[in-house]
């Protein structure tokens, strides 16, 4: 059974960081490229970064772009998401997904196994 589970959400003021893991087990984590979305209320779920099976490519939304880092760890079978100068849009439900894909991609509906999620809250 696939489970990713991610951690390290929480309450932030504007303009500080926080650090997101995304823990996967049940799948060769290596075999995956792994990404990054957020949902907002009211708002469609929306790509933020993704990384590759080696880690070698990454590939970011504008929006976040310069302020986020997504890195993995292969012996830990775990991704990141550094996130520095966090604004209130940051706002938002962070989940992590596993794409058996050979490219990166930004579709959300083309991943294969998603996590649950974590908040995410950035007070002006």
């Known amino acids: 059974q696939v489970q990713l589970v991610e951690s390290g959400g929480g309450l932030v003021q504007a303009g500080g960081s926080l650090r997101l893991s995304c823990a996967a087990s049940?799948?060769?984590?290596?075999?995956?490229?792994m990404g990054w979305f957020r949902q907002a209320p009211g708002k469609e779920r929306e790509f933020v970064a993704v990384?590759?099976?080696?880690?070698?490519?990454?590939y970011y939304a504008d929006s976040v772009k310069g302020r986020f880092t997504i890195s993995r760890d292969n012996a830990k079978n775990t991704v990141f998401l550094q996130m520095n100068s966090l604004k209130p849009e940051d706002t938002a439900v962070y989940c992590c997904?596993?794409?058996?894909?050979?490219?990166?991609?930004?579709?959300?509906?083309?991943?294969?196994?998603w996590g649950r999620g974590t908040q995410v809250t950035v007070s002006s």
């Open positions: 990384i590759s099976r080696n880690g070698g490519n990454t």
């Open positions: 049940g799948l060769t984590f290596s075999n995956y490229n």
């Open positions: 997904a596993a794409d058996r894909g050979a490219v990166l991609r930004t579709s959300p509906s083309l991943y294969d196994y």
